[in-house]
């Protein structure tokens, strides 16, 4: 059976555009994000996918997760870790033989610094999606940090 498959690529670029960090990594669907999907498609849920988050894991999670790993960092407040997504932010390729294709590509602006980020996840409302465990990046607040996801949404026999 194929299942539904996820890269992600993080960039990390100085306000002039220079690139200092680059990231990719594969992406794991969390029991949370199969019920999200499961309850859309049965109308029990409309909620799309609103936020992308970070965290500080550095490990693939148990797929029962329901967050991301928080800082050791106390005094980083929770609202730093997120950024919303927009509709513009996502399209859907329809056109391949076996496969959906939904890639997302937005804009994270860090508030404060962030150092060593491990992780980054899709949010519908409270509801964690996915998990993504990456080498270690600081985000400073100065950087424009751009996440690329693209998810693979196979069809047929």
Do not use: C, K
């Amino acid at each position: 059976m194929r299942q539904i498959r996820g890269r992600l690529r993080l960039d990390v670029r100085t306000a002039g555009g220079r690139l200092v960090a680059r990231r990719d990594a594969a992406n794991a669907v969390l029991r949370g994000g199969a019920e999200l999907v499961a309850r859309r498609l049965s109308g029990l849920d409309s909620q799309p996918i609103s936020a992308v988050a970070v965290g500080f894991g550095t490990e693939v999670a148990d797929l029962g997760a329901t967050a991301l790993t928080p800082p050791a960092d106390a005094g980083i407040p929770a609202a730093a870790l997120s950024s919303p997504i927009t509709p513009t932010d996502v399209t859907v390729q329809t056109g391949r033989p076996d496969t959906v294709l939904l890639s997302l590509a937005t804009a994270f602006h860090p508030t404060v610094t962030l150092p060593d980020v491990t992780e980054a996840g899709l949010l519908a409302g409270e509801r964690l999606y996915n998990q993504v465990v990456f080498e270690p990046v600081t985000l400073a607040a100065e950087h424009d940090v751009t996440f690329f996801w693209q998810i693979e949404f196979p069809f047929g026999h």
